[in-house]
């Protein structure tokens, strides 16, 4: 594995970011949705989306290679993470690391790590409000091409804190 990097995003790449986000994000967030709901109400073993939940975590697999080229899929990644900060979360990390799987592929990972500001709650001494978690999101490509999409909840297992909300709550804000 080559040693992770900071994620660094050009100006092309915020320019059509920014235009994205004005005229396919909907369609794009529609697709996801229907992917979604047809495995939380219907095929839950639908091989493109799949959800996990757990009493430490919870995780959403999604291989978009089907729907989203790799401009689109890293388009979503920094929207979720661009949303994810408005409903009070600090970006804690994002990087970009790559691995040899054989001779023929690279894989190519893209990740963001957020956490709940918990700050005022601190100072405050009351109950810290976790919100979802901690928020993973990882864009995996192979030769850089779309594999999967990740959205990892890590949730915290102490007395002290508000109970977490679901990934289901979290995906109906993000849909």
């Given amino acids: 594995m080559i040693k992770p ?14 235009d994205w986000k004005l005229s396919e994000k ?11 709901i047809s495995g939380f109400y219907g095929n839950s073993n639908h091989p493109d989306f799949e959800v996990e939940r757990t009493e430490t975590y919870s995780v959403v697999l999604f291989r978009p290679y089907k729907y989203f080229n790799e401009t689109i899929c890293k388009f979503l990644l920094d929207d979720f993470k661009e949303r994810i900060v408005k409903l009070g979360y600090l970006l804690y990390m994002s990087d970009h690391k790559e691995k040899v799987l054989s001779q023929y592929n690279t894989q190519f990972i893209e990740r963001h790590y957020l956490k709940p500001d918990t700050i005022e709650d601190a100072r405050n001494g009351v109950p810290m409000n976790r919100r979802f978690g901690n928020i993973t999101l990882e864009l995996f490509l192979i030769n850089q091409h779309p594999d999967t999409f990740k ?10 804190s508000v109970k977490e909300k679901s990934i289901d709550e979290l995906l109906g804000i993000l849909f």
């Fill in 26 to 36: 909907k369609t794009a967030l529609r697709q996801l949705k229907e992917l979604y």
């Fill in 151 to 160: 959205l990892l909840l890590t949730h915290y297992i102490e007395r002290e």
């Fill in 5 to 18: 990097t900071i994620l660094k995003r050009d100006n092309d790449f915020i320019q059509a970011f920014e």
